[in-house]
Structures are given as C-alpha cells and as structure tokens.
C-alpha cells in the first residue's frame, strides 16, 4: 500500500509540475517593424534596439568593440529586395550579441538562427551561448559558402540549438568577420507553472482506482481486527 501512495503523490506531483503552453518567437526582421518607430527603408538602416521584444521577453542586441557596445547595434539589410536579416556593420573579427531577457514566471530556449551573407567568399564564424552569470553554456561553429548568387541568399545555413530553458537572461554571441547576416532567430518561450496543472485523464484514472485500493485495503485491514477481538 505504501508503495502504490507514493506513486500517487509522484503521478500528482508531475501532473502540477508541467508548464504552460510555449510560444514561439521568430525574429524575421519584417521591415515594416525592424526599424521602429520608423519603416525599414534602406539598406544599413539601424535596426530597433528592441526589435522583437514581447510582453514575456525582452530582447536587445549588441555590436561590440574591443569590449564597448555601440549606440547603433545592429544594421537591417535588404539588398535588392530579395530577403532581409541584421548584419553587424564593424571591420574585422567583432562579438556580435542577442540578449533574450524573459520577465518574472518565464523562461526562454534559443532553437534555431539562419545565417547568409552577400559576398562571394565564405565566412566562418563562433556561436557561444551564455548564461545571466556569463557562463559558457555551449558553442558551436559555423560557416556558409560562398554565394552563388548574393541576391538570392543561395548560402544560407542554419544552426539548430534547442537549447534548455532559462528563466534568467540568455545570451547568443557570434564571434564573426564583418559581412555575416542573421535571419530567423527563433526563440521558445514558455510559463514557469506554479498552480497544479489539470491531470490528464489517464492520470484521474489511476488516482481514483489508486484510492479504492487503499480504501479497500484499509477496509479488509479493519475487518480483520474486529475478528481477531471477537
């Protein structure tokens, strides 16, 4: 009886543990919003310093040098009107970062980036993501070819994540050459569930046999007793 008690309170326990819904956040770099408060309308445009922030998730970004972060961050680019993504505007090898910062009650995964670039010869570049206490929690590298044909992003690649979820801030750095672009950032964001989530009903199932049982057992055990006396 003991043992089927404690599977029950586990069987409860996970049922309460199990967070809300997530949503999905897509960081396509529409150039009606990239540019707020106004529209993007030229190539190199600054990007919003907030672009794609929600109500769960603040998200802000970081071109650096030597260690400093620019007023401008990040540039939108849409060269001939084919595609957009943000590429960072220094010369040379620059950290390049997004910060996804979720509010109290949420946590944030990083799933998935693409990346192109509009020259002919390949760029190579490092992915590192970073905790809130600065933290190297994983990196990666990555590169993509030379284009075939700049305008038509043919040299897109993209670099899978799916990492855990974070309730602190999460930084995505790339240590990269001047001229590699980002598109589609993808982001899972989801409740940190503290009320009891409504059990499945398999799990209703195996509560409510699991309390016969234990009534049953008790029941027998009582029995048992008032013969023993009589």
Known sequence: MRKLLTLLIGASGLAASVPANAALVVLDFNPAIACAPAECTFPTQ??????GSTAQLAISY???????????????INFGGIGS???SGNPGFRPVDFIFSPIAGYEVSLISVDNFQIFD?????????????????SSVGHSTPGATDPLQQTNRVTTVFNSAYFSNPLRLRDFVESGMHYDNLTLDV???SSVAAVPEPATWAMMILGFGLIG???????GLGASAMA
Request: aromatic residues 12%.
């Open 121 to 137: 010869g390949a760029l190579t570049g490092t992915f590192s993501l970073f905790d809130s206490s600065d933290a190297l929690i």
């Open 216 to 222: 049953g057992a008790m029941r027998r055990r009582a």
């Open 190 to 192: 989801r409740q940190i």
């Open 62 to 76: 970081l071109n650096r040098f030597a260690g400093e972060a620019f007023p401008n961050t990040l540039n939108y």
């Open 85 to 87: 993504g943000v590429a």
């Open 46 to 51: 600054d990007l919003s310093p907030t672009y």
